[in-house]
């Protein structure tokens, strides 16, 4: 079982959308995943844009890949490398900590991700 960031089993982003590199709803990763799709995401109008003006429209729908487009509020699991560009920029979307891969950590410093947790850092 993949663990999140917090060290506990990682939980399910979205099935509706369906998400994950593996579209199983969980932001868990592996070999093929060159993107590192490990954070599990709640999309904002800011990150839409922000992503879509980096070359990855995500609001899009593109029925030839199954993909329905996002709309704020949807999570998503996106790659660690975007999340980091966001958070850089200040445009980085909301995340949800028991859903975000483990990996994540070896990016980003898990501050960085509580600073943006779905209600705010816990203590």
């Known amino acids: 079982m993949p663990s999140n ?3 506990t089993p ?3 982003c979205s099935r509706s959308p369906l998400t ?3 579209r199983d709803g969980t932001c868990r990763t592996g070999s093929g995943d060159e993107g590192l799709h490990c954070v599990c995401a709640v ?3 800011e990150f839409l844009r922000f992503s879509r003006e980096h070359g990855n429209d995500l609001s899009t729908p593109n029925p030839e890949m199954d993909f329905p487009g ?3 509020g949807d999570r ?3 790659c660690i490398g975007r999340w980091k560009e966001a958070h ?3 445009a980085a979307p909301l995340v949800v900590l028991e859903a975000t891969h483990i990996s994540a950590l070896e990016f980003v410093d898990l501050e960085d991700l509580r ?3 779905v209600g705010g850092p816990k203590a």
Request: hydrophobic share 45%.
């Open 5 to 7: 960031v917090l060290g």
């Open 43 to 45: 999309m904002t109008q």
């Open 10 to 12: 990682l939980t399910t």
């Open 88 to 90: 850089a920029a200040g």
């Open 70 to 72: 996002l709309k704020p």
């Open 115 to 117: 600073a943006h947790e």
């Open 76 to 78: 998503w699991c996106v």
């Open 20 to 22: 994950g590199w593996y």
